[in-house]
């Protein structure tokens, strides 16, 4: 392999790899008898299924632009350096949850890792109607498990700030979020695109001064908070799922910030799969909403039993010290469940800002790009921005799963347009 | 000089700094002419006031224990790079406001800096009934300039972020805070003290689980927050000045925080001049007590008139843009006042938290200390401890200074031992 960055081609990727071990130990030593297929439908990275012998890897590559806009809008390869380590931490702090690294190169960007299979992109089921059974309660999990182990509830201090230096090195990918999630849905920025026939929706919400200075105020907490090492960027693209198991992948958005981000974050995308139904399915569609609220309500139920679980089993961090609490006879419950109440509330703030991000910005989700029908597609995006504009502004007063869920189910009967 | 650390003494300081440009153009180049003392009462460091000529300059060296305790706690002495780095930020983002920096030894931890004459440390001026004009105008100023322009309200995300990553190295630092302001006040810790006369009023404190619980909340808001640069030490022995004239000294304890961390803490040794005042003098009592009170009502407007102002003049952030607000028409005027109502409060939990930690912890102030008669100083702590508490149990409540000045004269009329 040449020291110089170079993206791979079907054709230049057997011959490069072949001197890695990790990679022919798996598909045998004549990479001529590997085959190579490009499956990279994501905005940001080249990615190759790797096939020989009986086994196949991925591998993944970084591009030095976003792929969406193309060599226009550079990126730096440096994310790839950011996912193995996220990558590498999520492993050790949840189990059987990410895929596996088999081998990373910084130079060349790329990540070799388990093929999951047969997995497929979370986002396609839902869109297609199939269900997947223990998905509120391994995203719950998941989020707990990554929010508490990557702070200073779980974590050595000296340990958690080596990290946050680490991860200070990235800031393009950072701003990315920054800009496409927080501020450009709401006013008219260049990139933007939205359905015409939602011209009023979007116009009342960049209108409400009270909306956008919240929103920002979430911003400044996702840009000067270190709470915990975060996915960030956990939507039902980023997961993958058979019938019965689930795994987080794509982890190049990974930065600091605070534990609810993931939480909201995935939860909007639940609440986008949700109102978009209508427009996927008909003779099942009342028992398919049904179920996407239950996982909703299981993974806010899964994410606060296991971060409880945590809170009494792995409190090792300088934070709210047994020595304060029960080695003083006192029960630290209340406080773990303040807490609790804290990430709930921005996380109710983040997901509503996903929402409207989605329908509002650059990069739109498949769930409601697929209605090709702009008319049949309007009233439920508009049900979404709606519901996220209350999610923004009533956070803290959304106390509950329950009155999450009796929101979505408020809000998927009316028509707004 | 050598390369290898070596406290300096004033034996050997003149020959030592004697080939520094930066001090014998000042001082005159025949280092045999200089005289030296070593005025160092702080807890950490060595500090020599070096004359020479009609001029004198301060020589700071970080000793690599602390020095209240002695070789048995060991300290970085990379903590003089943090406080160069503080200094030089600090300089840029006030005017006038901090010693200059003439020359700074990463291998020696040593600075020499501007000598601040006839600056007197102000805890003294306090504890002696001394009235410094413009005071509170300083330190509010101060504080909103540091707070505002070491943030992504003003900053590049990319300087702030590298910044951020600068600063991550600094761990043993911000670790003494986090201990000694945050959690040893709160149960027996080893290095702890107080006036065995306040046993009733300290029980209480440490039995109250709710109150440890917000304060445990409050120390993950300073240890995993990068809003801005802070101060990190902003108290009454961290301002010199003189009746008319401020400048703030020894930011050794800079890291990143939240806003509201150095307003609370600053206000908080305001409070405790203010309630340890009656043991200091009588007939002037009120007169002075009234005047700490102006200076604190003082702080907190200064602080919000020039947040507000740099909101409108130096928004050039990624925070709150421009592009959102004026440029759509909308004023965003309501949005400041809603981040600064977010820091108000939380700089009322810091403020209280302070206030505990100064009659509980390891570093008591001379403020209380100086009170000889451990049954004439009691009743004083008394009043600040629960001031203190319902601060923090009361934080969002106190949405204005006046409401914390009608606090303060209400504790300090209040008799609870």
């Known amino acids: 392999m040449t020291d110089v960055y170079e ?31 490009e499956i990279g439908d994501g905005n940001l990275n080249l990615v190759f299924i790797v096939s020989g012998g009986n086994d196949s890897v991925i591998v993944k590559q970084a591009l030095p632009y976003v792929r969406l806009v193309g060599d226009s809008w550079p990126l730096p390869l440096y994310r790839a350096f950011y996912e193995n380590c996220a990558l590498t931490r999520q492993a050790s702090r949840t189990s059987n949850a990410v895929p596996d690294v088999f081998h990373f190169d910084e130079q060349q960007a790329l990540i070799v890792m388990e093929h999951l299979r047969p997995h497929v992109i979370l986002r396609n089921k839902l869109i297609n109607g199939e269900y997947v059974s223990g998905l509120g309660q391994f995203v719950g999990k998941f989020c707990a498990q990554t929010a508490f182990r990557g702070s200073e509830l779980s974590m050595s201090s000296a340990d958690k700030k080596a990290d946050v230096g680490v991860f200070s090195g990235n800031v393009e990918i950072p701003a990315i979020t920054e800009a496409l999630v927080f501020t450009d849905p709401y006013f008219d920025a260049e990139m933007n695109n939205h359905n015409p026939l939602l011209d009023s929706v979007v116009s009342s919400l960049r209108s409400n001064v009270e909306l956008k200075s919240v929103v920002q105020r979430m911003l400044m907490k996702f840009a000067s908070n270190t709470e915990t090492m975060l996915h960030g960027d956990l939507h039902s ?86 020595a304060l609490f029960e080695e003083q006879g006192h029960d630290s419950s209340g406080a773990c469940d303040s807490l609790l109440a804290s990430i709930h509330t921005d996380a109710m703030a983040f997901c509503g800002i996903e929402m409207h991000r989605r329908c509002l910005s650059l990069a739109h989700n ?41 929101m979505a189910e408020d809000f998927n009967k009316r028509d707004v347009l």
Chains 1, 2 share one sequence.
Not at 22 to 31: E, I, N
Not at 369 to 393: K, T, V, Y
């Open 237 to 322: 693209g980023s997961i993958m799922s058979t019938d019965t198991e689930s795994k987080v992948i794509d982890p190049e958005f990974a930065q600091y910030g605070p534990m609810g981000f993931d939480l909201g974050m995935v939860t909007a995308n639940f609440l986008m799969a949700y109102f978009s139904q209508p427009a996927h399915r008909s003779s099942d569609l009342d028992d398919y909403q049904q179920w996407i609220l239950d996982v909703i309500g299981e993974t806010f139920s899964a994410f606060s039993t296991e971060f409880q679980r945590l809170w009494k089993s792995e409190r090792t961090g300088m934070l709210y010290p047994t």
């Open 7 to 37: 993206p791979l081609t079907p054709e230049s990727l057997p011959a490069r790899l072949s001197t890695l071990e990790s990679v022919s130990s798996r598909l045998g030593t004549d990479h001529t008898q590997w085959s190579v297929s």
């Open 366 to 406: 498949a769930d409601f790009e697929n209605i090709e029908d702009p008319g049949a597609r309007a009233p439920l995006e508009a049900r979404n921005l709606n519901m996220g504009a209350q999610l923004i502004l009533q956070a803290s007063a959304i106390s509950d799963a329950s009155l999450l869920i009796g």
